[in-house]
């Protein structure tokens, strides 16, 4: 598990790099019995790539599920409507959990070929720049300033915005998982976008409220640049400022 540390976020000032990060979104649900073991993998995701690999993890928690027993407490609706778009973009027909994409395109051998697809993804040349700057404010909230460039001949795009917790805990009580207690990495709580790129470019400025039940230490801010395709352009995390 990683988690940006609250230093990182009072003074974060970090730019995305030349080469594409691979942007691993998984889609899995509380209320699922085979998403355990894919929300494992998220978390151990970085110690099984390549130690110079670009990766930015995130779990979509889906709502799908939770008339068979459990609701899932981090599901948001927009999740669900996003997984939907990806599979249609990929020309693809299932929605279920769990199911990861990486840079935007389904990858269903997830238990032994993420190492591969990262490797493909970071020997591309990134076709977008991402400046991030973040910081706390006196009264606690999270201030934020992104900036996105798409490079020359790119497709149209847009940029999103990601806020996730690690170290997240539940006893599930009822439904499939009923008895166990999960362990959570990388959960997004808050979600900003599609905010299109215009002549090549677009901004967000932002102050996020932070419940006081969300642990700082373990917050983590994303941002990635996506193209129509559902191809993801570029992708960064606040993690470089704790990293730095």
């Not at 598990?1 to 649900?29: H, N």
């Not at 798409?150 to 149209?156: D, I, L, Q, S, T």
């Not at 006081?212 to 917050?219: G, T, Y």
């Amino acid at each position: 598990m990683t988690a940006l540390a609250p230093a990182a976020f009072a003074a974060c000032d970090a730019r995305s790099g030349p080469k594409t990060a691979a942007l691993v979104e998984l889609y899995t649900s509380e209320g699922c019995s085979s998403c355990p073991p894919a929300d494992r993998q998220l978390s151990r995701l970085r110690q099984m790539l390549d130690p110079a690999a670009e990766v930015v993890p995130l779990a979509l928690h889906v709502g799908y599920w939770d008339y068979i027993g459990w609701k899932d407490p981090y599901a948001q609706a927009a999740f669900g409507e996003r997984q939907s778009g990806l599979v249609r973009a990929g020309r693809q027909n299932t929605v279920y959990t769990p199911q990861f994409f990486v840079g935007g395109t389904e990858l269903r051998s997830w238990r032994g070929g993420l190492r591969d697809q990262v490797r493909q993804l970071n020997a591309l040349p990134a076709a977008a720049d991402i400046h991030l700057r973040a910081r706390l404010t006196a009264e606690g909230a999270l201030a934020l300033d992104v900036d996105a460039t798409a490079r020359a001949g790119a497709e149209p795009a847009a940029l999103y915005l990601a806020l996730a917790e690690s170290g997240l805990v539940s006893k599930v009580m009822r439904g499939e998982n009923s008895g166990v207690t999960l362990t959570h990495d990388h959960v997004v709580r808050k979600w900003i976008g599609p905010v299109r790129l215009t002549g090549g470019t677009a901004r967000v400025q932002r102050e996020i409220a932070l419940p006081a039940a969300w642990s700082r230490a373990r917050l983590d801010l994303v941002a990635f640049v996506q193209g129509e395709s559902s191809s993801v352009l570029q992708a960064m995390s606040a993690q470089q400022c704790a990293g730095s």
